[in-house]
């Protein structure tokens, strides 16, 4: 007799089975299990389809001493596992109800419908300490049998007569216990495939935020303006699925592409509550329906929604949102595609304000460059061309557009890259107005390589070359010697500044490298810091002196920004 009710019920959960394996592969039903939030309405559907499910256990039992052996716990505790306890309380009910009524009067009728609503209720319990995403075979194994046995002692203190209770339950215990537990176990291996295949999803969702991120890359270095905003929202909305995107900044649409485009329109002020909390507490806000999104337009087609802060150096800047036209349609990865969204935006905008202030601080190191332009070196200039106007008129026409020339060029230096010889020239200037004033102690040397005129900045040689003027040649009674030199090197091209003045120590090299320096040296910090924010550290300034044997100071300039001439064409090669 066990033998063949085991059997029997093996038999008919085959078809369960079947039935569980068409459900999982349902769109409609796989987003109910993987909802994020499950609203009244869905948990009434769930306790429709698992109650459903205990009935159809009930039809196919098999009958046994004036009973049923049955698979009808089967369903409603996998609703209350999977479901929570409200749908495993409603599904139990209406499974256990159905059992009473088709039996009324029946000896086990009321014991098995008492033990299938409690049988619901106590796997939905269950479910708030066991995660649906972390539910396994095995745990559904052992709930299932140990709930089997639970009623198994429910028909035995509520069926009458004892006698004719505990005789069905000899013979019914162990195959309905176990090929029920079985047949939970797996209808939870089923759905743990679903989760499988939402961790897939969300690898490709991974992936697919990712290219969507390197190609809003361009837009978004720009700012967060109406611009990169609408090419950032065109690009998700045409690589993903959702209805509609839109961004926002702190008080207006930017974008909004797709559905409801027709009111949701840039430069409005921002429409929707939801959105509005989102940037007032900088909180993801998921919208399930129409009410909670809130749109003034009572029209508005767009009925769910996930809504990410975009944040930038710790502030609210912006949304992210990402809609869909079916209620209670947003699911976990929705979530976490939005987010990883919203964290590479964020990324993103931040690099690009840091991006902007080290433009604007490479500028102002310029302006400071260019204010440093001692008004003593005026004076004593034009004091100088003065006196030999009187002796040599020629003379002092040449450095007057020797002075002419070194001002113009220090002063409207706004260009990011010159040309070496033109950084050569304006140094000449300089030295020829020196050269009027200390005449015979002062000497200079270029030693200029061909094939080395690259692309520098402005004003990155002349400080170096005043600095060895000032604080090592004049000090000396003889004055000295600078050689300028710039050769081809492995990479790259490097450039040298010379003297043979007095010299400095080891402390004084260290305390200008690390701006521990007087004001009138600040140039050669400037000068260090521009090379090294431009063409990295191996292009800082390399500085070797001994006192009263001279200085050397030499930097780097790499291959990628050299100019080529050839028959009287110049071509460029930029990009670091």
Not at 70 to 99: D, E, K, Q, T, Y
Not at 132 to 161: S, Y
Not at 262 to 271: I, Q
Not at 416 to 428: D, F, G, N, R, W
């Amino acid at each position: 007799m066990v033998y063949l009710i085991l059997t029997g019920l093996v038999n008919r959960l085959g078809l369960f089975i079947v039935i569980a394996y068409i459900l999982s592969r349902n769109k409609a039903f796989k987003n109910l299990i993987l909802k994020h939030r499950v609203s009244l309405l869905d948990k009434i559907l769930l306790s429709a389809i698992f109650g459903t499910f205990g009935i159809l256990g009930t039809y196919m039992g098999i009958p046994v001493c004036g009973a049923i052996a049955n698979s009808r716990a089967v369903g409603v505790i996998i609703g209350g596992l999977l479901g929570g306890p409200f749908v495993g309380l409603l599904s139990g009910l209406i499974a256990g109800f159905h059992r009473w009524a088709i039996d009324i009067g029946g000896f086990t009728a009321l014991a098995c419908g008492i033990s299938t609503f409690t049988e619901g209720t106590i796997a939905g319990l269950l479910h708030r300490k066991l995660n649906p995403a972390n539910m396994n075979w095995k745990t559904a194994l052992v709930i299932g049998f140990g709930l089997e046995l639970l009623q198994m002692v429910i028909i035995l203190i509520v069926a009458k007569p004892f006698s004719a209770a505990l005789a069905l339950v000899k013979v019914i215990w162990f195959p309905m216990s176990s090929v029920n537990a079985l047949g939970i176990a797996i209808f939870i291996l089923i759905v743990e495939n679903i989760f499988r295949e939402q961790e897939r999803v969300g690898a490709y969702q991974a992936q697919l935020a990712l290219d969507i991120a390197a190609e809003t890359l361009p837009y978004l270095r720009q700012g967060l303006n109406e611009f990169s905003a609408y090419r950032t929202a065109k690009i998700i909305y045409e690589k993903s699925d959702y209805d509609a995107v839109a961004i926002t900044d702190k008080r207006q649409i930017l974008a909004h592409i797709g559905i409801g485009e027709e009111h949701h329109r840039s430069g409005f002020d921002v429409l929707t509550k939801a959105t509005k909390r989102a940037l007032e507490t900088g909180e993801c806000q998921i919208a399930s329906n129409k009410e909670e999104i809130e749109c003034f337009n009572r029209d508005c087609p767009l009925k769910s929604a996930v809504i990410v802060p975009l944040v930038e150096n710790g502030g609210v800047i912006g949304c992210l949102k990402l809609y869909r036209t079916r209620e209670n349609s947003i699911t976990s990865v929705d979530i976490r595609l939005a987010q990883g969204l919203a964290q590479l935006f964020s990324t993103q905008l931040e690099l690009s304000r840091m991006e902007l202030q080290a433009k604007l601080l490479a500028k102002a190191e310029l302006r400071a460059l260019q204010s440093q332009i001692n008004p003593h070196f005026l004076f004593n200039a034009l004091n100088t061309i003065i006196s030999i106007c009187r002796r040599d008129p020629e003379q002092a026409r040449i450095l007057l557009i020797h002075l002419g020339e070194f001002f113009r060029k220090s002063l409207s230096a706004n260009k990011e890259l010159v040309p070496l010889e033109q950084e050569i020239e304006h140094v000449k200037a300089y030295l020829a107005i020196e050269q009027a004033r200390f005449s015979e102690r002062l000497k200079v040397v270029f030693e200029i390589e061909p094939g080395t005129n690259i692309m520098v900045p402005p004003l990155i040689l002349q400080p170096l070359v005043e600095n060895a003027v000032k604080h090592g040649l004049l000090p000396k009674k003889d004055g000295g010697r600078v050689v300028v030199k710039a050769k081809n090197v492995k990479g790259g091209v490097e450039i040298t500044v010379a003297d043979d003045g007095v010299g400095m120590d080891e402390e004084m090299v260290e305390n200008i490298l690390s701006q521990k320096i007087a004001r009138e040296n600040i140039g050669l910090y400037n000068v260090n810091k521009r090379l090294e924010s431009l063409y990295g550290h191996e292009s800082r300034l390399k500085i070797s002196s001994k006192p009263m044997l001279g200085t050397v100071v030499k930097f780097f300039i790499p291959v990628s920004a050299k100019i080529w001439r050839e028959d009287d064409e110049t071509y460029r090669a930029f990009g670091r």
